[in-house]
């Protein structure tokens, strides 16, 4: 079977009380579908912050995206829309726990590439941190 090369476009916002930051990142993964579960993976770079890191997504549906990244900057999280779920995302000051709730996941996703919208809430002892949107697109190459 012959590797298949997608190109993986990443625009992120992230508003917290007093600030928006903006991230964008263009780079080539992997993209495959087994068992109606979708996989992405792709390297991070110095416009995320992560450089180096390698970050894994799993697209069940539109009801659950798990993002595992691996590397400098260890994190495991769980976005399930209407469901609250605890991460434990890794800083340069140590570990932090967060609440992780989805109030949106728009999977639009096929076989070639496709879209996938996500806009969820980070939160700290139940206080609202920053609400999140993630625009990604897969597109074959």
Known sequence: MEDKKFLITIDGTQVGEDEEDRVSLSTFGSFYKKDNVYYITY???AATGF???VTSLVIDSDRMVTVNRTGVS????????GIRHMSYYTTDFGDIRLGIRADKIENQLNDNGGQL???YTLDI???DLTTNE????VRLM
């Open 74 to 81: 260890n994190t495991h999280m769980v976005i399930e829309k």
């Open 134 to 137: 993630l625009n990604i697109n």
């Open 117 to 119: 919208k996500l806009r």
């Open 43 to 45: 390297e991070e770079s």
């Open 51 to 53: 450089e180096g890191d």
């Open 125 to 127: 002892n139940s206080m």
